[in-house]
Structures are given as structure tokens and as C-alpha cells.
């Protein structure tokens, strides 16, 4: 009865491949978010979806694209891998954007 | 523009010892600060936010407006302490939580 679950847990894919993230949670929550955390634990926000609608989408590059089919799922797609996009993404959920984050486990993403 | 500073990378205490993780905010605002907590190869976690003025795990945390400012702190610290620590903000309106870069806390037998 994981709250927030993300598949896979370990990827690791060649320069130039596309892959997907998933993320599934079943709090009920509005909002959905993916973070980054690099190889120095540095986390940073990429995007935010409240009730499947993006509403925070930082600098990141257009070669990720969030996609959230209902307000329980938020997938990660990214295209055209780089070396740089190894690290950790976390997906994580709140009830509302102001409310304190539940965090799934990571996918740590290894680009070779 | 908000900001969440931990000054310290890497922060080792014995067990026993006292354990003080620093955090300092800037925002203008009226801010609702946090503690989130990795334990070794598992989720962040929240510990505890300011509003709650609570205990986890024996850790408190006390919001100094005036030295923009929510230290963690732990009187003694146990080796079950051993995580990253991240102190986030999160400012008003549709903003997301703001995360410091982290401190690990490395707590030696």
C-alpha cells in the first residue's frame, strides 16, 4: 500500500535513448511534482501538476516532458538522454500545493 | 527571490553529543519553514514543519524571524540519526517548496 510509487527504481540507458518514468500516487492528493537530485544530493523542482493541469514548470530542459493522464499518475518523459540527466528523480505528492510533500522512493537514472 | 542556506555539507558528531543542523531562510514573506529527512537508500521524508512547534524523534526545530533562522537540533544524538537533512521553505501562493542543499549528519559510535 506504497503511497507514492515510482517505477522503475534503476534505469540505465545510452546518450540519445528516450525513456519514461512513472509515478502512481494513492493518497488522493491534488498536486503532483517531480524533483531532481543530483550527485551532490542538490534537489530541485521541475514541475507541478494541481488536478492534472502544470503549473510550475522550471528551467528545465524541453527535452522532459511531464504527462499526467489523472490526478493520481504524474509519468516523466525524457527525450534524447544526456550524460547530465544521471541522478535521482523523486516524484512526490501533496494535498495542495502548500501542504508539506510525500515522496516516492527515486529512480535513479543512469545515462552512459 | 527565496532562499534556503544549510552552510553545512557534512556535519559528525559522536553519539551522545548535542546536534545542531543550521538553516537560514531569506523571504520576505511570512514563511513556513521544514526539516525533511533521507535516511540511506530510502525517500525523503518529512520530519517536522514550525507550525507544528512538535518533537520527532527527539529533534526540535524553532523559527527565529529575527535571525531568519530554524536550526534542528537533537540533545543527544543517536547513530539512527546518520541521513541527509534538508531544510525547505515553502513561500505563499502556487510556489513550490524551495529546498536547501542538504546536510549530512554522520553520527559516530
Known amino acids: 500500500d506504497t503511497a507514492v510509487s515510482q517505477t522503475p527504481k534503476y534505469l540505465v540507458t545510452q546518450m540519445g535513448n528516450d525513456k519514461s518514468i512513472k509515478c502512481e500516487q494513492n493518497?488522493?492528493?491534488?498536486?503532483m511534482y517531480w524533483y531532481k537530485q543530483d550527485s551532490k544530493k542538490f534537489l530541485k523542482i521541475m514541475f507541478s501538476?494541481?488536478?492534472?493541469?502544470?503549473?510550475i514548470n522550471e528551467t528545465v530542459p524541453n527535452r522532459f516532458s511531464p504527462k499526467s493522464p489523472d490526478k493520481a499518475h504524474l509519468n516523466l518523459h525524457i527525450n534524447s538522454l544526456e550524460l547530465g540527466d544521471s541522478a535521482v528523480y523523486f516524484c512526490?505528492?501533496?494535498?495542495?500545493?502548500?501542504?508539506?510533500?510525500?515522496f516516492g522512493n527515486g529512480t535513479r537514472l543512469t545515462v552512459t | 527571490a527565496q532562499r534556503v542556506t544549510q552552510p553545512e555539507k557534512l556535519l559528525s558528531v559522536f553519539k551522545g553529543a548535542p546536534v545542531e543542523l543550521k538553516c537560514n531562510y531569506s523571504?520576505?514573506?511570512?514563511?513556513?519553514l521544514f526539516w525533511y529527512v533521507q535516511y540511506s537508500r530510502q525517500r525523503l521524508q518529512l520530519l517536522l514543519r514550525?507550525?507544528s512547534r512538535e518533537s520527532i524523534k527527539g529533534f526540535t526545530a524553532d523559527l527565529n524571524k529575527g535571525e531568519t533562522s530554524f536550526h534542528l537540533k537533537k540533545p543527544f544524538a543517536q547513530e539512527e540519526d546518520s541521513a541527509m537533512y534538508y531544510c525547505?521553505?515553502?513561500?505563499?501562493?502556487?510556489?513550490?517548496?524551495?529546498f536547501g542543499k542538504g546536510t549530512r549528519l554522520s553520527v559516530i559510535a
Open positions: 512526490a505528492s501533496s494535498p495542495t500545493l502548500n501542504s508539506p510533500l510525500h
Open positions: 493518497l488522493g492528493h491534488d498536486t
Open positions: 501538476y494541481n488536478n492534472k493541469e502544470l503549473i
Open positions: 523571504y520576505s514573506g511570512s514563511p513556513e
Open positions: 514550525h507550525i
Open positions: 525547505a521553505l515553502h513561500p505563499s501562493g502556487n510556489t513550490p517548496l524551495v
